[in-house]
């Protein structure tokens, strides 16, 4: 599990910066990719990845404004041509569904695989074996959601080495082990799994925030994140101007990441009225109030490692 930054801009492109875009690569989970948000030229900035489009299964809208909309009607029409047939779900407030379909529709385009666009509301949207997706309202000048993705606990690790030294051989009786099965053998023992089976393994948290001013439903979303991702639009200092705006500082993002007890802190959608001089300062400021913390730069990939 990799967050992967397409772009990290707020508001307009940058020449080091473009508008939000965050894929979330679960190559090794589900094979798939699934992007937060989809700026305005982000499959630009996939051209210049190892990312393939066709991968990317699940699109995630936090809100309707532009510089985290405009590149979404572009990358739908050009999974297409590049010959992307599996399905695709895009999840996003509600106007999410006549934005596409109007766009698709008036520019004549043909997509050759099934899209389903979810307008949500808060709670649990998404749900299968591997992973639970939640949503919540944050506090911006539209509605804007914030996004919990949680991986489901896995199995403990088999212990062949123990297995094998108690005289039972490899083969599919190790896969029925493996998952919990208690297994008979010829002379009648039984196998009791959890003497070869360790503690299941946790599941990751990946938290992914809209454009929000400090709120609860941040932190209520970020609790004992493995990592959150929260927009930092702002410098310590102006948080007058970020609540005017419905935004956060770097050190309001600190604070939420304090109070949910995360793992690591990135920030992210900085303004560009910051220069590259600028942004070590917008990392250090977060930092003074929570260490683990990383400023977000396009291209920039993170590890979401298993605690």
Known sequence: MKAFFLGTGAGVPAKLRNVTSIA????????????????????????????????????????????????????????????GTSPVTVYGPKGLKDYINISLTISQTYLKYPLKIVEIEEGIIFEDDQFTVEAKLLEHGIPSYGYRVVEKDLPGTLMADKLIADGIKPGPIFKRIKAGEA??????TVIDPARYVGPDQKGRIVTILGDTRICQAAINLAQQADLLIHEATFASGEEEMAYEYFHSTTTQAAEVANQADVHQLCLTHISSRYEPSHWPTLEEEACTLFPRTVIAED???????RR
């Open 24 to 83: 979330l690569k679960l190559l090794e989970e589900r094979g798939a990719i699934w992007l937060f948000d989809c700026g305005e030229a982000t499959q630009h900035q996939i051209l210049h990845t190892s990312i393939k489009p066709r991968r990317i299964e699940k699109v995630f809208i936090t809100h309707l404004h532009g510089d985290h909309l405009y590149g979404l009607p572009g990358f739908l029409s050009s999974r297409s041509f590049q010959g």
């Open 183 to 188: 297994v008979t053998l010829d002379d009648g």
């Open 299 to 305: 291209f920039k990939e993170i590890e979401v490692l």
